[in-house]
T-cell receptor, first 114, second 115 residues
Framework: GENVEQHPSTLSVQEGDSAVIKCTYS??????FPWYKQELGKGPQLIID?????GEKKDQRIAVTLNKTAKHFSLHITETQPEDSAVYFCAASKGTGTASKLTFGTGTRLQVTL | ETGVTQTPRHLVMGMTNKKSLKCEQH?????MYWYKQSAKKPLELMFVYSLEERVENNSVPSRFSPECPNSSHLFLHLHTLQPEDSALYLC??????????????FGPGTRLTVL
């Protein structure tokens, strides 16, 4: 089955700096790669996703890149703010039917300090 | 907030108790999921229902019993649990492949503690 590895497990940056989180996956058939943000006491929330037919996607301060050959994808957050502090999860899926199976990474705890 | 609600938010139960977790989605989705989230481990997919039919059961012990009476509701019935079952149980839903197919929306979870 699919295996997703995520690094680093913790990341501390100063406000205004950039943060990068990296994930690798094992199944070359995976075609969908979402990123979730989980704040304390809440469930994961989708913040951005990318499909295998594109290499990069950007949404304001958040961007995701995908390298299918190397089977890795990354989350980039620019101009970080204290409210970006949370746990971030990457995931991979090859589901295209009526239900999809997401395989998650172990999460990165991002701390944005003032 | 996400259109997926879960009750209760917190649950403490003994190993001999029987309890149920409830999930409801207000998004018109046709697939629903149960995940287990333990500290320092990836989210573990437990069950998947599509159009009220169970399509996935990831070798989950029989002390966890899911039920999906309709496309908006999902239950997880618990009985004779073990302390290692203590975790955050998350419900999610998604639309089928006739639209985008993959985005999953999560509820806030039920924090379960088994004594």
């Amino acid at each position: 089955g699919e295996n997703v590895e995520q690094h680093p497990s913790t990341l501390s940056v100063q406000e205004g700096d950039s943060a990068v989180i990296k994930c690798t996956y094992s199944d070359s058939a995976s075609n969908y790669f979402p990123w979730y943000k989980q704040e304390l006491g809440k469930g994961p929330q989708l913040i951005i996703d990318i499909r295998s037919n594109v290499g990069e996607k950007k949404d304001q301060r958040i961007a995701v890149t995908l390298n299918k050959t190397a089977k890795h994808f990354s989350l980039h957050i620019t101009e970080t703010q204290p409210e970006d502090s949370a746990v971030y999860f990457c995931a991979a899926s090859k589901g295209t039917g009526t239900a999809s199976k997401l395989t998650f990474g172990t999460g990165t705890r991002l701390q944005v300090t003032l | 907030e996400t259109g997926v609600t879960q009750t209760p938010r917190h649950l403490v139960m003994g190993m001999t108790n029987k309890k149920s977790l409830k999930c409801e989605q207000h998004l018109g989705h046709n697939a629903m999921y149960w995940y287990k989230q333990s500290a320092k481990k990836p989210l573990e997919l437990m069950f998947v229902y599509s159009l009220e039919e169970r399509v996935e059961n990831n070798s989950v012990p029989s002390r966890f019993s899911p039920e999906c009476p309709n496309s908006s509701h999902l239950f997880l019935h618990l009985h004779t649990l073990q302390p290692e079952d203590s975790a955050l149980y998350l419900c999610a839903s998604s639309q089928g492949a006739r639209t985008s197919g993959n985005e999953q929306f999560f509820g806030p979870g039920t924090r379960l503690t088994v004594l």
